[in-house]
């Protein structure tokens, strides 16, 4: 019998390829189809090890969900950057390896970063997600998220609507 070791954990430089990993196939299975193709691997193409190496380093934080073997999942977060919305908090971007998704790490992830939002003092979380991802909606509606805004973003030339969802 084997243990798995999970963690939840602060990025560190060494996580950069696990990230950009991570962040190349998630969005490859999330945004395909949705996303214009070129203006997918546009995005795929700036965030290099490079970048993740750079980012880590920044002030917003970065956690990685690692299973023992570097990152399979992370999640960017921080104060909410929009201050129309009635939220303190912000989950920029919160991303798995399309085969640990569906089994409970990602609400593992989520429930570690609000702890962390709280522990920051910032208790009204907002995410948003592409409204023609239904499986992010899915997931936030389920992790008991509220839909407050609705706004339609041009992306790649793409008109693509965006929903916040809020989480008290």
Not at 52 to 71: C, E, H, I, N, Y
Not at 118 to 132: G, I, P, S
């Amino acid at each position: 019998m084997s243990d798995l070791l999970v963690s939840i954990r602060h990025a560190k430089p060494d996580d950069a390829a696990s990230l950009s990993k991570v962040f190349d196939t998630a969005w490859r299975e999330a945004y395909s189809g949705i996303i214009p193709g070129v203006t997918l691997e546009k995005m795929f193409s700036r965030r290099s090890e490079r970048w993740w190496r750079s980012t880590v380093s920044r002030g917003r934080p970065l956690v990685v969900l690692d299973l023992g073997q570097g990152a399979v999942g992370y999640a960017s977060y921080g104060r909410c950057r929009d201050r129309s919305l009635p939220a303190n908090g912000e989950i920029d971007e919160l991303y798995l390896l399309p085969e640990y998704q569906g089994i409970g790490f990602g609400r593992r992830l989520f429930k570690a970063v609000r702890n962390d939002l709280r522990y920051r003092e910032l208790d009204k979380t907002v995410v948003w997600a592409l409204e023609d991802n239904t499986r992010a909606c899915a997931f936030y509606e389920s992790m008991g998220g509220q839909s407050v805004a609705r706004v339609e973003e041009r992306i790649g030339g793409t008109p693509l609507a965006k929903v916040a969802y809020l989480f008290r």
